[in-house]
């Protein structure tokens, strides 16, 4: 009988242990009542405020536009749209501070082009020095940023630019006359194109030229 209950001794041994192999490895393993590190939620970006000025935006070209009204008195809009964008990048902060003329000059290298896009507003000439034209730093950062702007939306333009052309051509002279119907224009535009770009989100629509004849 003693060399019965030896087996079993060892088997309910053997039993006891894996329960506590297998308790351990809920514990530390599976997390079963012990502590875990509570996650750390990603802050959202805060938008930077342009307190007035103008962002990251779209000119699009000074055209004109054929609005609806009878062919034997056809009636046309020129409009240039400036579309602007918010922003999350801290840069633009410094644009938006420093931005108006006083931040330092500084030279940039003789060979260096910068090409206009067709409808971009025209910039006055920088002054020339010994060594090439002079801008101010904060100058030259807002034109490498809008450069990155445009080359974020991409195609995205023309897509753009399509929606302005047909929104403003379902227009009727009298629609658009009054201010507040340029205002209404204004919101068109601003929601038809957050239906084209999700992101980023549309701050505001400007009329840089409207006029009707």
């Not at 959202?44 to 034997?72: W, Y």
């Not at 630019?161 to 068109?188: C, H, M, N, Q």
Request: proline letters at 8%; glycine letters at 10%; aromatic letters at 4%.
């Amino acid at each position: 009988m003693g060399l019965l209950k030896k087996p079993i001794v060892l088997a309910i041994g053997g039993v006891v242990a894996g329960v506590a192999v297998m308790a351990i490895l809920y514990t530390f393993v599976l997390g079963g009542g012990g502590s875990t590190a509570a996650a750390v939620p990603t802050p959202e970006p805060t938008v930077i405020p342009a307190g007035g000025k103008l962002g990251p935006r779209l000119t699009l070209q000074d055209r004109v536009f054929n609005l609806v009204s009878p062919a034997s008195a056809p009636v046309y809009a020129k409009i240039q749209t400036v579309i602007e964008f918010e922003t999350t990048d801290l840069r633009w902060a410094e644009v938006f501070g420093n931005c108006g003329g006083h931040g330092r000059a500084i030279e940039l290298p003789p060979v260096r082009a910068v090409s206009a896009r067709p409808g971009a507003l025209p910039s006055a000439p920088a002054p020339e020095t010994a060594s090439g034209p002079s801008v101010s730093p904060c100058v030259a950062l807002e034109a490498e940023l809008l450069h990155e702007f445009e080359e974020e939306i991409g195609t995205g333009l023309q897509l753009i630019e399509d929606a302005v052309t047909i929104i403003i051509s379902s227009k009727r002279p009298e629609a658009v006359a009054t201010t507040e119907g340029k205002e209404a224009l204004k919101e068109e535009i601003k929601h038809e194109v957050e239906a084209l770009i999700h992101h980023p989100h549309v701050s505001r629509v400007l009329f840089l030229n409207f006029i009707t004849q």
